[in-house]
């Protein structure tokens, strides 16, 4: 029987190092009394690095002013985080495995004596076997109480920030941490998900993956369910489905077979949110041994909804097909743009996740769109938008760099991306609000590649985006695949092209051309089919800002420290002058900045819906801030509290709900 414990629950101390002195330290043979840099200290897991220092006061909050500056030095430093594993545990017969579901950065994992492994991405999942390190200590430690496991994260990559080049990008971290137009520079590290101790003495799953297919007018559905044994011999699988604890279908095969189909009618469809309800059911998948004994056992919850994409009106016979239909019910994506909560996500709970979701549905948004700056986030995550109805585009973890922006097609990285793509599938696929797979943010080529916002889209045949494509119609055959977002002719609106049927899904613009009666010909004019990304900027509040700008919070330009450290890309204060502001009122200011955000926003997003059926939706960039920046285009504060663009589009977006379907 397989049985598995939370390290999160034990306690765990933080220590940080001069480079591999802790190799010397903790290597009892050695005799060597290297003393750590800083620490110990305790440290929560999941946890960062940054926020155990932060609470222990050795680094400063540095959300507030330029205080991030003074926490960069530890990235240049090695961490060990320090836990003992209980004797009683460690005595246990069977094979022992470490499982982190989450490393973000790149080390050493040490137990007992010896190194069981390493690890460099935090994109997937990573599994070390502990048995053989564990017994050996024992036999050299006949009297000890424990024995100490230790994760240590040594060199970090030093540059993966919004202004790089995207064909060099190696590294497998987030890359937001090191610099984007909204975020200063803090490069967590830690564990940024869950850790187990796995004990099994008999046949175990070694994989599971699963998703659903459902025909609406039936209302017959299939779970298609993907199973690996590490021991088939005489095992076999159980596989019952229950709604809400009733039993509602059951299926059992050898453990040698691969596949199973559960096959089930009369189910309740799920709808995205305000279209119905979201019934969800749970998937019980067993394996046997051969005297029937329940060896491991995983669950899976899942919906059943029917997913197609068709043609907008009018758009050109070579695009896309950018119309959603859910159950056979056309509507139009109402999006918004997901990036991570925290620089430190790792400190993110699952509460706080949901909670910023429920705003979002609160809002009327019903699609969240994952972007690809990040890492995968938490399977609560994806949970939580199946509860609520908010259906997820979800992004690979490759993003655009300004200088060049294409992904790197040399074997070895093409290779890699494909790896990523098939560890992201096992882990999502069964989420019934999981509909579109995407190669990632802003990936382009040509001539114009250099510039941002001036390439061409990648297409299916670029070598990496191809391997995920591959992938996803191997793994995931029912979800669409998009190479990027954007993706069609053009990157943006040309408006020498209007007219022409280039542009399918753009993204942009994020600032005001001019006057207000512009922005609004814009809109009005743009033939596009699909907006994945446009947005406006608009100030946070007023007593935000002064709490984190450390001073009055004027003036609200590059002059001023707080402003330049985190908001210099959507610095308005000129335009405020301009229009006759007061130089010496940051309330007044606010107000200002945030009306015209509010009314660019409704223009936009109304303007855009009521052209439905010849668009299909916009996604809002951006959600929310990670960093407590003055000015950027979130809708959404530092806090969460919304801005007056978020009520604003709530009720564009309310005002008329039956005009999200048709």
Known sequence: MKRTFDLAQGQWTLRGWHAWNWQLALARETGVQLLSVAGPIPVRVPG??????????????????????????????????ETNL????????????????????????????????????????????????????????????????????????????????????????????????????????????????ELCDGPEISSLRMFTEFNAQTRRGTVRIFSKASDVKGARWRVNLFDKGRKLAKIEAQASSKQLNLQVAYLKQWWPVRMGKQPLYD?????????????????????????????????????EPWILNVNGQPMFVAGVNWTPMRPNFADVTDAEVRARLKTYQDLGFNLIRVWGGAVLERESFYQACDELGLLVWQEFPFSSSGIDNWPPDDQAAVKRAGEIAESYIA????????????????????????????????????????????????????????????????????PKAIGKGEHHCVHGPWKLPGTMRAWKKYWEESDALFHSEAGVPGAADAKLIRKF?????????????????????????????????????????????????????????????????????FIVWMGHDAFPCPINTSILDFHGKPKAAALALRAVLRKNLTDLTC
């Open 48 to 81: 960062s690095v940054q926020s155990a220092l932060r609470d222990a006061g050795m680094i400063p909050d540095w959300n507030v002013a330029t205080n991030s500056l003074a926490a960069e030095w530890v990235e240049n430093r090695h961490w060990t985080f």
């Open 86 to 197: 209980p004797l009683k545990l460690c005595r246990l017969p069977g094979r022992k495995q470490l499982a982190c579901d989450g490393l973000d950065g790149a080390g050493v994992i040490r137990c007992g004596d010896a190194e069981v492994g390493q690890f460099a991405s935090a994109f997937v999942p990573h599994r070390f076997e502990l048995s053989n390190a564990i017994a050996d200590y024992l036999t050299q430690n006949p009297r000890t109480k424990f024995v100490p496991l230790v994760i240590a994260f040594t060199d970090l990559p030093r540059n993966l920030g919004q202004v790089n080049f995207t064909s060099r990008i190696r590294d497998e971290k987030p890359r937001f941490n090191y610099v984007w137009d909204w975020m200063p520079r803090l490069v967590q590290i830690g564990i940024w998900e869950g850790i187990r101790f």
């Open 283 to 319: 998937v019980l998948v067993e394996l046997l041994d051969r005297r029937g004994r329940v060896c491991d056992f995983q669950t899976r919850r899942v919906g059943f909804r029917e997913i197609r994409w068709t043609a907008c009106a009018g758009a050109p016979p070579t695009a």
């Open 427 to 494: 882990r999502r696929q069964h989420h019934t609000s999981l509909i579109v797979w995407c190669g990632g943010n802003e990936l382009q080529f040509g001539p114009n590649g250099a510039r941002m916002g001036g390439g061409v889209p990648v297409g299916y045949t670029h070598p990496p985006i191809a391997a995920m494509q591959r992938v996803v119609r191997r793994l995931d055959p029912k979800r669409r695949f998009l190479p990027t977002s954007p993706f069609g002719p053009r990157f943006s609106i040309e």
């Open 549 to 617: 700008c450390g001073d009055s919070g004027l003036p609200a330009d590059r002059t001023h420290p707080a402003w330049r450290h985190a908001a210099a890309w959507w610095i308005q204060w000129r335009g405020y002058l301009t229009s006759g502001g007061n130089p010496k009122s940051l309330a007044e200011f606010v107000s200002w900045s945030q009306r015209r955000q509010a009314e660019a926003l409704a223009i936009a997003f109304a303007t855009r819906k009521r052209k439905f059926p010849r668009c299909g939706g």
